[in-house]
């Protein structure tokens, strides 16, 4: 027996999406999070925007953005800006790269690649309760 009339328009259209994939593995991260919302478990980062800049902690600033598992750069109005989020498992690293370039205008921090009201006030303070001691 089948089902009953559809109440909505959208109901009425073919699914373009099969009910649910066994394996999304070939999915990007954000492409599994659009189709199965909340299925990938990704990991919360914290993380910093950043444009290149003159001085000697440049080279240093650099060097710890790479250390990103999702480092980026993109090449904005002629002007390279960098991207870099860490985990809590590397709150060390993202403390000192944000201690070089958090002071220079233009920086911004984001939330898990999203940027959000209050970023440096509360979730940057809150991201530091996972520093651990060297």
Same mark, same amino acid.
């Given at each position: 027996m089948g089902r009953g009339p559809a109440e909505t328009f959208a109901e009425r259209l073919p699914r &373009? &999406?099969?009910?649910?994939?066994? %394996?999304?593995?070939?999915?990007s991260d954000e492409m599994a999070e659009v189709l199965y919302p909340g299925r990938r478990k990704r990991p919360s980062r914290v993380g910093v925007i950043f444009d290149a800049?003159?001085?000697?902690?440049?080279?240093?600033?650099?060097?710890l953005a790479k250390r990103s598992p999702v480092y980026s750069e993109a090449q904005v109005r002629h002007t390279l800006t960098h991207q870099a989020a860490f985990g809590v498992d590397q709150a060390n690293v993202m403390? @000192?790269?944000? %201690?070089? &370039?958090?002071?220079? =205008?233009? =920086? @911004? &921090? =984001?939330? %898990?690649?999203k940027k959000v009201p209050y970023a440096r006030e509360l979730w940057l303070p809150l991201f530091w309760l996972f520093l651990k001691d060297d």
């Open positions: &373009v &999406v099969p009910e649910e994939e066994e %394996d999304i593995s070939h999915l800049f003159e001085g000697p902690n440049y080279p240093r600033a650099l060097e403390r @000192e790269l944000y %201690d070089i &370039v958090g002071p220079i =205008t233009g =920086t @911004e &921090v =984001t939330v %898990d690649g």
